[in-house]
């Protein structure tokens, strides 16, 4: 009878040791508290031994003069502050992963739809271009270009000459520098309108077509307008426009505008690695989308240049965009190889920085917080792209 | 009768099968294959002929380079300055003990080659699925080598002579970073999953920041940070070997990829596994170890190998910090002036970019091997 009642009655009494609740707040207590009091024992062991080094802790040191040069983008001096010499490498950082992730997006796409080429000797190369990139570390693909391609290319007089006075040799790529006048803010201007009128011209023919099913050549008209109106505005304004050709002197190239081997070893080192991980993606992609999906659309009369640009590609492009993120911060991550040959990036500058003040903490942390931003805001913009292209269900 | 069989003598009845006529030329056999693969369409046409056209201008010179006008033997560098000279394979016959072994003294160096052999003792029986104990093996891979081969390599025991950090290099160093990477980050990856998918949610913050932070940032920042704060951290006075610091900011780095290659693996797990888990009574360690982890470690077996092959990868970064694995060894004998030659630093790099090729292709035809067993059945 009694045991009737117990089993009615009030829940059946355990331990406290053994309650669940008690249990996983004694567990997050323990842990949080060792790990507070790792964290305790490290900042204490800290601040004793910069005390014993002497260095101040703290930001103030970024105003200080920075004492040291480095080509970098932006124009920076000896004289600018350790801020201004870390701005720079930012600036630096972000130059060369931009580009570096147009390089590698244009030469994924295609080496990725290589690979699924009817073609054999194109998917042959591709494969092997894959392959061969895939499985070596992106260091050495950096060294190679530095060292074993750009390094030992000819001294800029007997330099390799491509059109329009641009050539190339061991100190980079040299060409000539536009010379803005007065009154190129006008041709700007143009170009930028005709990009506004394109646009409103395509949002124009796409409602068009919505309504009625009539096409409109929006690419032709759109570029047409662009060109006509930019050329249009830098005649009328008196051509403002001249070139500062490079001359070639005894021992060197003088004038024009040069960009630095280190510059263009690291572009194709992050761009060509790169492409090889993001032409695996895009393959992925397109074999995920089914079948049916190709069969159907040729069906309809589609040709395969429309089949691809129309059908697959849109659907593939929800399989692609996540990964893609991933690539693309992998890309910026790696662009920290620059501080192995000496491009001037966030990494290169903060180690002669650190070099110089020994504020490491705050120059790793300044790191830390920058990639950690870069992170965020490229996945930020990955995924409001991907919310946009994700399936719409109900 | 007879008369019917006058009029069927006017018929012709074929007895046999008429012989099979072979099938159009331009549709089998070498022409109906070009005809296929090369020159379906006009576009393909072209396509096929600037690919021809490519290997025509790229793969001879290529050839010549590596192999016909390539330098094998000598013993200084004037062998490689010659005009037209290609590959100065000489130089890496003459530094190749350097890019193996790096600066480890001389007689020493049967302790690196046995270390060698006791991994792949340990690797290769678990790499087969078909080799029994598999527990035991693991337990050899994780805990026993690596104290066996940490006595050999740093010696100081046994009667060993001991031989400083300092002087390891080469293709070994390179091995000995990534063999620690890859048995520190598993278990401590695996922790670190369970712990994002923990319902505590102090556990789960913890973790969730490591993971993230690490996975921010690049390796080159984390490196740095391993060798100019962690001295900071410490109690003054403690002082750290420069490997072991680099160490610890690789398998640290490591861990927090692995630990999301293997969410991925419980996620799969279906619910009803943990429900049937908890049903019968099994504590929390009890169902992780003996019912989903077994089953989520299967799944990522596939990603688990890809992160250690960016991990093997990624050991070249620690020339940047002045440890000379093979990228390092071999880029700091460039400046070697017995060997500088123009074509030193191509030749070098070639020999290294084929190491690590080798390594890191063995390691993903593995990974699709255990991809294609493990999806039996599912395929459409």
Redesign the interface.
């Known amino acids: 009878m009694a045991l009737a009642d117990a089993g009615r009655g009030a829940r059946p009494s355990i331990s406290w040791f053994n309650n669940p609740t008690y249990r996983s707040l004694a567990i997050q207590a323990v842990v949080l508290a060792v790990i507070a009091a790792f964290i305790l024992w490290i900042v204490n062991n800290t601040v004793t031994n910069l005390a014993n080094l002497h260095i101040a802790s703290g930001f103030g040191f970024l105003k200080d003069r920075a004492g040291f040069n480095v080509a970098t983008f932006l124009p920076f001096t000896a004289d600018d502050s350790y801020g201004a010499a870390l701005w720079a490498g930012l600036v630096d950082t972000l130059i060369v992963s931009a580009l570096g992730i147009v390089i590698a997006t244009v030469a994924g796409l295609l080496v990725g739809i290589g690979r699924l080429s009817q073609n054999w000797l194109i998917r042959q190369l591709s494969t092997i271009y894959v392959e061969t990139f895939r499985n070596i570390p992106p260091l050495l693909v950096l060294f190679f270009w530095y060292f074993g391609v750009l390094a030992v290319l000819p001294n800029p007089r007997d330099a390799i000459a491509f059109p329009l006075e641009v050539s190339l040799s061991n100190r980079g790529l040299i060409m000539p520098m536009p010379l803005f006048g007065g009154g190129f803010g006008w041709t700007v201007a143009a170009f930028v309108a005709g990009i506004v009128i394109a646009f409103v011209v395509s949002r124009w023919a796409r409602a068009r077509q919505m309504r009625t099913g009539q096409q409109f050549p929006t690419f032709w008209v759109g570029l047409g307008v662009i060109v006509v109106l930019t050329a249009g505005a830098f005649l009328i304004s008196g051509a403002p426009l001249s070139f500062d050709v490079p001359v070639k002197t005894r021992f060197n190239l003088n004038g024009g505008m040069s960009v630095s081997p280190e510059f263009l070893s690291l572009l194709f080192a992050l761009g060509l690695y790169t492409a090889s991980f993001i032409a695996e993606i895009v393959r992925a992609g397109i074999l995920a989308v089914s079948h049916g999906q190709t069969e159907a659309a040729r069906a309809l009369g589609l040709r395969a240049g429309p089949t691809l640009r129309l059908v697959v590609l849109p659907q593939a492009i929800r399989v692609i965009v996540p990964p893609l993120t991933s690539e693309y911060l992998n890309l910026i991550k790696n662009s920290s190889l620059a501080v192995a040959i000496g491009y001037a990036d966030l990494v290169s500058v903060g180690g002669s920085v650190l070099n110089q003040t020994g504020q490491s903490i705050e120059v790793v942390g300044i790191w830390m917080v920058v990639y950690l931003g870069i992170s965020l805001v490229t996945s930020l913009g990955m995924n409001i792209y991907n919310a946009r292209t994700a399936l719409i269900e109900r | 009768m007879s008369d019917i069989q006058s009029q069927t003598d006017l018929f012709f009845v074929r007895q046999e099968l008429a012989p099979t006529l072979p099938p159009p030329r331009t549709a089998s056999g070498p022409i109906g294959w070009l005809r296929k693969?090369?020159f379906?369409t006009p576009s393909?046409s072209v396509?096929?002929i600037l690919?021809?056209l490519?290997?025509i201008w790229a793969l001879p010179p290529l050839l010549r380079w590596a192999i016909f006008d390539a330098q094998w033997t000598g013993a200084t560098r004037d062998v490689c300055v010659a005009n037209g000279a290609g590959a100065c394979w000489a130089f890496v016959r003459a530094n190749f003990g350097q890019f193996i072994f790096g600066r480890y003294t001389d007689p020493e160096r049967w302790r690196v080659l046995l270390f060698f052999v006791l991994m792949a003792a340990g690797l290769v029986p678990l790499a087969i699925p078909s080799v029994p104990h598999k527990g035991l093996n693991a337990l050899y891979v994780i805990l026993i080598f690596p104290i066996i081969g940490a006595i050999l390599l740093v010696g100081g025991v046994f009667g060993l002579p001991e031989v400083e950090t300092s002087l390891w290099g080469g293709l070994m160093l390179t091995i000995v970073v990534a063999y620690v990477g890859m048995v520190v980050s598993l278990p401590l990856g695996v922790i670190l999953a369970l712990g994002r998918r923990s319902?505590?949610?102090?556990?789960r913050i913890?973790c969730v920041s490591f993971i993230e932070?690490a996975r921010?940032?690049?390796?080159?920042?984390v490196l740095?940070?391993a060798s100019?704060?962690l001295?900071?951290?410490?109690?003054?006075g403690v002082t750290f070997d420069k490997l072991l610091r680099a160490l610890i900011g690789v398998a640290l780095f490591a861990s927090a990829y692995m630990a999301e290659v293997i969410r991925g693996g419980l996620q799969a797990v279906p619910k009803g596994q943990y429900e049937g888990a908890q049903a019968v009574g099994l504590s929390y360690w009890q169902m992780m170890r003996l019912v989903v982890l077994p089953q989520a470690i299967k799944i990522v077996i596939p990603g688990i190998v890809n992160t250690f092959?960016g991990l093997f990868?990624?050991?070249?970064?620690v020339?940047?910090i002045g440890l000379f694995e093979l990228?390092g060894t071999v880029?700091n004998s460039?400046a070697n002036p017995q060997w500088a030659t123009?074509e030193t630093?191509?030749t070098g790099?070639f020999f290294?970019?084929l190491v690590?090729?080798v390594f890191?292709?063995g390691m993903?035809q593995y990974s699709q091997y255990t991809e294609r067993r493990l999806n039996t059945g599912h395929k459409r």
């Open positions: 693969n090369l379906a393909n396509l096929s690919g021809i490519f290997v319902k505590m949610p102090g556990v913890v932070i921010g940032v690049p390796l080159i920042t740095f940070m100019v704060m001295p900071l951290f410490l109690p003054p092959i990868k990624d050991t070249s970064l020339y940047i990228l880029r460039f123009p630093p191509a790099l290294t970019a690590f090729w890191c292709f993903s």
